[in-house]
T-cell receptor, first 115, second 113 residues
């Protein structure tokens, strides 16, 4: 079945630094990738949608200059949290889809802690 | 945009009993309705999905029903087992060219011995 690999699974960084999270589709070409944020005991909130080779579409209220998304190939998307602050601490999850008639495969998530 | 409501927020059942989780959606053009199971510290795992041209789908102990007229869909788990304990999310994909999923608020299912 479709597999999405997300790394790192956990990361701790100092306030003011940047962190990059990778999301790879291992056995299919992901034309669209999605990035979600999940706070404890809450639902998944979509941050942005990215199509390969295009600029990401950010949801309302998500700062595009703070959360940089790159989808340079059909198998890799990255989320960079720039100038991280403690309030950015959260569980970040990526999802990939081959096309809109296909299903969605989720990564295992990244626990980001900003100290 | 799409709005998905999910009930109940918590559900406790005894092992062997059935569990039902219900969701409603707002966009009548929504055409795809997946259900995910999420264990602590992990990403969501698809357990079953249904498309808008189907009213019911079953996979062993898990079934999903869809009522397009009422705009609601439900997850049914029979013969529950302790390993079914997790958080379950419903989601809906809107119509048109949009491909994003909108998630419900989640149901924490606890299966007790």
């Amino acid at each position: 079945g479709a597999v999405v690999s997300q790394h790192p699974s956990r990361v701790i960084c100092k306030s003011g630094t940047s962190v990059k999270i990778e999301c790879r589709s291992l056995d299919f070409q992901a034309t669209t990738m999605f990035w979600y944020r999940q706070f404890p005991k809450q639902s998944l909130m979509l941050m942005a949608t990215s199509n390969e080779g295009s600029k990401a579409t950010y949801e309302q209220g998500v700062e595009k200059d703070k959360f940089l998304i790159n989808h340079a190939s059909l198998t890799l998307s990255t989320l960079t949290v720039t100038s991280a602050h403690p309030e950015d601490s959260s569980f970040y999850i990526c999802s990939a889809s081959a096309d809109r008639h296909y299903g969605y495969t989720f990564g295992s998530g990244t626990r980001l802690t900003v100290v | 945009g799409e709005n998905v409501e999910q009930h109940p927020s918590t559900l406790s059942v005894q092992e062997g009993d059935s569990a039902v989780i219900k969701c409603t959606y707002s966009d009548s053009a929504s055409n795809y309705f997946p259900w995910y199971k999420q264990e602590l510290g992990k990403g969501p795992q698809l357990i079953i999905d249904i498309r808008s041209n189907v009213g019911e789908k079953k996979d062993q102990r898990i079934a999903v029903t869809l009522n397009k007229t009422a705009k609601h869909f439900s997850l049914h788990i029979t013969e529950t087992q302790p390993e079914d304990s997790a958080v379950y999310f419903c989601a809906a994909r809107g119509g048109g060219t949009a491909s994003k999923l909108t998630f419900g608020t989640g149901t924490r299912l606890q299966v007790t011995l």
